[in-house]
């Protein structure tokens, strides 16, 4: 299968610093998504980015497929980005999806 | 998007039961998965819940352990059979729609087996 790694694993930041999260994968994909996971343990979409730059909000991501990586930026950090970031990908023939073990987030007030 | 229900959100159960999980997604959907989460781990796929057919289970889950049953294209049930307490965790169903591939996750439900 496909091996996805995340960096950092753990992250402290004061509110209002800024933050880049990595996602590594050792194969081509077709896509990739990003999810927020908060402390009740809802998973949340944050990005779905094949490739190329989104923004929404205080948050943004870039995939670069050819070089098999993508980052999250989050700038001016509160505390309700606190929680678990996962980023995912889907194997060769579609019928599964790959997780990295994820970076935890913890924004101090 | 995905609108996805998932029942219950959270129980306790005693060790030898059995607990049956229900996921109900708003609109029709391509595939669905169940998913189990270890207490500060990462998300661990059991099987992929096939329409009308039997799952496909990941390696170290087995059907008699993890029944899932998806009777139709917006609908399916996970059961955590003979329960012990290394089954405590966050399980969650996914759905994926349309040609994009993207995955949308349920609310998930916490069990915690005593």
């Known amino acids: 299968g496909i091996q996805v790694e995340q960096s950092p694993p753990d992250l402290i930041l004061q509110e209002g610093a800024n933050s880049t999260l990595r996602c590594n994968f050792s194969?081509?994909?077709?896509?990739l998504q990003w999810f927020h996971q908060n402390p009740w343990g809802q998973l949340i979409n944050l990005f779905y980015?094949?490739?190329g730059t989104k923004q929404n909000g205080r948050l943004s991501a870039t995939t670069v497929a050819t070089e098999r990586y993508s980052l999250l930026y989050i700038s001016s950090s509160q505390t309700t980005d606190s929680g678990v970031y996962f980023c995912?990908?889907?194997?060769?023939?579609?019928?599964?999806?790959?997780f990295g073990s994820g970076t935890k987030l913890n924004v101090k007030p | 998007s995905a609108v996805i229900s998932q029942k219950p959100s959270r129980d306790i159960c005693q060790r030898g039961t059995s607990l049956t999980i229900q996921c109900q997604v708003d609109?029709?959907?391509?595939?669905m998965f169940w998913y189990r989460q270890q207490p500060g781990q990462s998300l661990t796929l059991i099987a992929t819940?096939?329409?009308?057919?039997?799952?496909?289970?990941e390696s170290g889950f087995v059907i008699d352990k993890f029944p899932i049953s998806r009777p139709n294209l917006t609908f399916s049930t996970l059961t955590v059979s003979n329960m012990s307490p290394e089954d405590s965790s966050i399980y969650l169903c996914?759905?994926?729609?349309?040609?994009?591939?993207?995955?949308?996750f349920g609310p998930g439900t916490r069990l915690t087996v005593t």
């Open positions: 996914s759905v994926v729609r349309g040609s994009s591939y993207e995955q949308y």
């Open positions: 980015i094949p490739s």
């Open positions: 995912a990908v889907p194997g060769n023939n579609f019928n599964k999806f790959y």
């Open positions: 819940a096939n329409q009308g057919s039997e799952a496909t289970y």
């Open positions: 609109s029709q959907v391509t595939m």
């Open positions: 194969d081509s994909v077709n896509n």
